[in-house]
């Protein structure tokens, strides 16, 4: 016999347990469904939770009661080659006072608080419980079937939460086929490094962490690398676009070695043991890669929505995961106070999205995705930056060249006019 909740959650990652507790506070019946023995168990990213506002809302301060690791005070941006790296670092006293602007954390830890926030609001929590596929009548979402308590349950609104592979939207026809290039995959590689060996590494006191992008690793694979500071530990991992791993024809594993191996990152990370190793998918198609986010009894919230973007500088998906799960939320509560549970009801939920800074800031980096795309970006401007500053610096007796001078003459050679012209027209268009 199928049970009945007025909501189903599918996923406790950010998306589906902000969506939960914001349901239960409103004295909904919901049911928040884990495929994972606990929440987090199965989840991994970089390590950087944004600032977000709608977790503030719903828990007030919350980074003095969730299980964080350090806020992020220092970021530093590395251009990498093989042997050289230019770095911009920036330290901002305002990171490092209330409310900060990122935290480092880890997703077992995080993922667990925030589903038992939910629990604590009224959600019911059912953990190793695989998702199957909806349960359709006359052409509406209606529940779901799960494996592990096997069995149907039934809801007037269902939200997939259910990250980038979302088989409840594919299913229930929200979404097609991913094409290549549209998903990126990470590793990871979790290193624990004494409190006080990280503080003196990176210059850090108290909590204060650090951030760290290199781009120009993996060299030739379009991509990056970064490295987080955790209180007794270092997460550090590259995402690269699935269609350029596939073309290098090498295993992720091999290309990690090369950024483990590289001098400035090798020094970063020297003394430090492994203590775990993880990989996942990453959405990176941008707002054309937003599929249809609600139909008939369902709405898609998250990663399971693509709603996650990276402009070379930021990766952001944890906030825009949160911030659109409690957009749902207030739809389903709308909706249930209604009565309807229609596609028309839960439009909705498109147009808080659509003005809120999850779809505003996704279209305006929407031709970010081209130009990650410029394989260029990825070793030859990384060279020229190096070449230049090695010219800078070195000192052999030979006369020097203005800076502006080496600077137009190394880009000519390395780039030529005509490419570094398209070049900075698509990043200017991407970025500005
Ligand atoms: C390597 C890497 C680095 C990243 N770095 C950052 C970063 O530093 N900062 C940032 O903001 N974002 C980052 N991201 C993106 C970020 O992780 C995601 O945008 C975010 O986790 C999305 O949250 P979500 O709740 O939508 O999905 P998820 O976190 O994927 O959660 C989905 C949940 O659904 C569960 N689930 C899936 N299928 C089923 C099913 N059939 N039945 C039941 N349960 C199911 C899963 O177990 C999981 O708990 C990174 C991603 C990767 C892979």
């Known amino acids: 016999m199928a049970k009945y909740f007025d909501v189903i959650v599918v996923g406790a990652g950010p998306a589906g347990s902000l969506a939960g507790l914001k349901l239960a506070r409103a004295g909904l ?9 606990h929440p987090g168990a199965k989840n991994m990213f970089g390590g950087l939770l944004h600032n977000t506002p709608a977790l503030n809302e719903l828990i007030p301060s919350f980074w003095e009661k969730a299980p964080l690791e350090r806020h992020v005070y220092k970021k530093v941006l590395a251009f990498m080659t ?40 009224g959600a019911l929590l059912l953990c ?7 349960v359709m009548k006359d052409g509406a979402v209606v529940g779901v079937t799960v494996k592990g308590r096997e069995g149907e349950l039934r809801a007037n609104i269902v939200i997939a939460a259910d990250g980038v592979l979302s088989f409840l939207a594919e299913k229930a026809g929200l979404r097609g086929d991913f094409v290549p290039g549209t998903l990126g995959v990470g590793v990871k590689l979790l290193l624990g490094l ?39 530990s270092l997460s550090v991992g590259m995402v690269m676009y699935l269609d350029s791993l596939q073309k290098s024809g090498r295993a992720p594993h091999e290309i990690f070695d090369d950024l483990l191996q590289h001098p400035q990152v090798k020094k970063l990370v020297k003394g430090a043991v492994p203590l775990e190793y993880s990989a996942h998918l ?15 009894g369902m709405m898609v919230v998250g990663d399971a929505a693509g709603l996650c973007y990276t402009n070379g500088i930021n990766l952001e998906g944890i906030n825009l995961a949160m911030t659109s799960g409690v957009l749902a939320a207030e739809t389903a509560i709308n909706a249930i106070e209604a009565g309807d549970y229609s596609a028309r009801m839960l439009a909705l939920y498109k147009k808080k999205l659509n003005e809120s800074f999850v779809i505003k800031d996704m279209k305006k980096f929407s031709k970010s995705v ?63």
């Not at 019946?29 to 023995?37: A, D, F, M, T």
């Not at 990453?282 to 008939?296: D, F, L, M, R």
């Not at 230049?388 to 800076?403: A, Q, S």
Request: charged share 25%; with cysteine.
């Open 370 to 432: 081209g130009m990650m795309h410029v394989d260029r970006l990825y070793d030859t401007y990384p060279q020229l930056l190096a070449g230049i500053m090695e010219k800078i610096y070195k000192v052999d007796g030979t006369p020097r060249t203005g800076l502006f001078g080496l600077a137009r003459k190394e880009a000519m050679k390395e780039v030529g006019l005509k490419d570094l012209v398209a070049d900075s027209i698509r990043i200017g268009r991407a970025l500005l």
């Open 29 to 37: 019946n919901v049911c928040l469904l884990e495929r994972g023995s």
């Open 82 to 121: 093989p042997d050289t790296a230019v770095s911009l670092s920036f330290e901002n006293e305002n990171f490092d006072r209330p409310p900060y602007n990122g935290y480092t954390v880890l997703r077992p830890a995080f993922d667990n608080w925030l589903a038992g926030e939910a629990v604590k609001e």
């Open 194 to 232: 004494p409190e006080a060996t990280i503080n003196e590494r990176f210059h850090l006191v108290r909590d204060q962490g650090a951030d760290i992008s290199f781009l120009g690793i993996p060299a030739g694979i379009r991509g990056g690398s970064f490295l987080y500071t955790n209180r007794e």
């Open 128 to 134: 190793d419980c695989t998702v199957i596929e909806p």
């Open 282 to 296: 990453v959405p990176e198609g941008g707002y054309k890669a937003v599929p249809t986010v609600y139909t008939n």
